[in-house]
């Protein structure tokens, strides 16, 4: 297994209202952003927190809170592992869409050495996610400023999601289901209530985390494999659950989210079997 361990972060460019930054790899993705907010480049803020180095970041295009950091990335740089070459890849070329990208497409083909980003200077910074805005307002949050948001994302994370030292786990296991509008007016039929969001393309982004709670599996368990109790969308490890064991519990989760919503819920994660 190849661990990157490439590190540096590098000003490229910069102007009265953004800069341009080459970082490498092997730096750790939440020590990035809050070493970006230090300096006062700003817009990575609601993907505070997120575990993994910057060069994973591209291959599952990370996102949280409305934002995905596709939006922020200039270029990436890769070693094609099967050409042993080196390769400079535009944001159009890495083929970002919701938690994939051209990189998690072509699994193993590339060895990503350095992203270099587009960040603002200005202060202006917000929560696109409809649960964020509702922490916000809850804990009497009004001045938006960069650093009160990446305060209340990290709050918010360690709120919900389970210490990977203490409790096994990936983080969120299943992604949001977009589904059309036709499938969504069919839905709507029966389930008035869904969470929802109008995607980019116009069709419907589903909590998956709220269907699984519906669907009764929310802090269930079998044996060490379970979903966690205070967040619905993350599979758990209490201890020895094997690998197998929790991948059939989380095919025996999404059956069950698709028997009663006719959605199917897909792993976020890469599975190897």
């Known amino acids: 297994v190849l661990h990157n361990r490439l590190k540096g972060i590098y000003l490229l460019n910069e102007t009265d209202e953004t800069v341009q930054v080459e970082v490498m790899g092997g730096e750790n993705w939440h020590e990035w952003v809050t070493y970006a907010l230090k300096k ?10 997120i575990p993994g180095t910057v060069g994973a970041s591209p291959v599952q295009n990370i996102g949280a809170y409305g934002y995905e950091v596709g939006e922020f990335i200039e270029t990436v ?3 094609d592992l099967t050409e042993y070459r080196e390769i400079e890849f535009t944001r159009e070329q890495c083929e970002f869409s919701y938690r994939d990208s051209l990189f998690k497409i072509n699994r193993g083909q590339y060895l990503i050495t350095s992203v270099v980003f587009n960040l603002k200077k200005s202060k202006a910074v917000e929560i696109r ?8 307002e809850a804990e009497g949050i009004e001045e938006r400023t960069p650093f009160t948001i990446y305060s209340a994302v990290i709050a918010i994370r360690r709120s919900k999601l389970p210490d990977p030292k203490v409790i096994g786990n990936a983080g969120s296991f299943f992604k949001n ?5 036709s499938t969504w ?12 969001y109008k995607t980019a393309d116009d069709r419907i982004k589903l909590a998956a985390g709220q269907l699984i709670d519906l669907a009764g599996f929310k802090g269930a ?17 209490h201890g020895n659950a094997s690998g197998e064991a929790l991948y059939q519990f989380s095919e025996k989760v999404a059956d069950a989210v698709e028997a009663r919503f006719g959605v199917r819920l897909e792993a976020e994660p890469l599975i190897i079997r």
């Open 77 to 79: 740089k890769a070693f």
């Open 177 to 181: 289901p977009i589904i059309s509008n």
């Open 40 to 49: 006062g480049w700003h817009g990575l803020e609601p993907l505070a927190l």
């Open 185 to 196: 007016r069919l839905l709507l039929t029966h389930e008035p209530d869904l969470v929802h």
């Open 221 to 237: 368990r079998e044996g060490d494999a379970g979903m966690y109790e205070k967040q619905a969308l993350i599979l758990v490890n």
């Open 129 to 136: 996610d409809p649960g964020g805005q509702r922490y916000l």
